[in-house]
């Protein structure tokens, strides 16, 4: 199963805009990453190579990623797969060579496909109304009555969007084996700054 993802962006009136961005099965660089430090993962992110659930990351790595909400997440991933693969003449995922997507394989052309839709507010109506309406939504989601223990809910991608406004303040932690392979990079380049110096 490929990881076909889905991305919608809704601007509103006052920031941040209503992001959706979200793969359609378990997120492998979380499974490496799990890998990597030795955690479990949820058991309904993949299957090992015989096919049965697993909390086992590294098993998970061996075997397929599965889809979200079931039945639901495949039906997407194939609308996903004809839109960015077949109404675009590029690759279907699973056609893609596994070298290409860990970034170790380079080709002239890859055949990677994308579909990209952007719609003129205006051409269904009043772009002013339209963001009074984003930012309503948006304030009926974030008054929405709580789960116990929920402190606050947030709109799809707001997290991410304070997030990055801390970041743009206090920069981004890393992980060594991230700031590691940065310095090899800088190394092979020749760069003379070093991250773990």
């Known amino acids: 199963m490929c990881n076909d993802p889905i991305a919608w962006a809704f601007p509103t009136a006052s920031p941040p805009a209503i992001v959706i961005d979200t793969a359609l099965t378990g997120v492998k660089e979380k499974i490496r990453l799990a890998a990597e430090r030795g955690e479990r993962i949820p058991a309904d992110w993949a299957v090992d190579a015989d096919g049965l659930p697993t909390t086992d990351a590294q098993a998970a790595l061996a075997g397929s990623l599965l889809p979200i909400g ?4 495949s039906a997407l991933i194939v609308a996903n797969e ?3 693969g077949g109404l675009a003449g590029a690759l279907f995922s ?9 970034g170790s394989d380079h080709h002239d052309r890859w055949g990677c496909g994308h579909y990209l839709l952007a719609l003129d507010i205006s051409a269904f109506g009043n772009v002013d109304g339209f963001l009074r309406r984003a930012d309503e939504l948006a304030a009926a989601m ?30 981004i932690p890393m992980g060594e084996p991230a700031l590691r392979a940065l310095d090899a990079v800088a190394s092979e380049i020749g760069a003379t700054s070093r991250l773990l110096d």
């Open 70 to 73: 079931g039945h639901k997440g």
């Open 94 to 102: 699973f056609e893609i060579s596994p070298a290409i997507v860990r």
């Open 82 to 84: 004809l839109l960015a």
């Open 142 to 171: 974030r008054s929405a009555p709580r789960a116990q223990g929920t402190e606050r809910i947030y709109t799809p991608g707001e997290r991410e969007w304070l997030t990055s406004e801390q970041r743009r303040v206090e920069g």
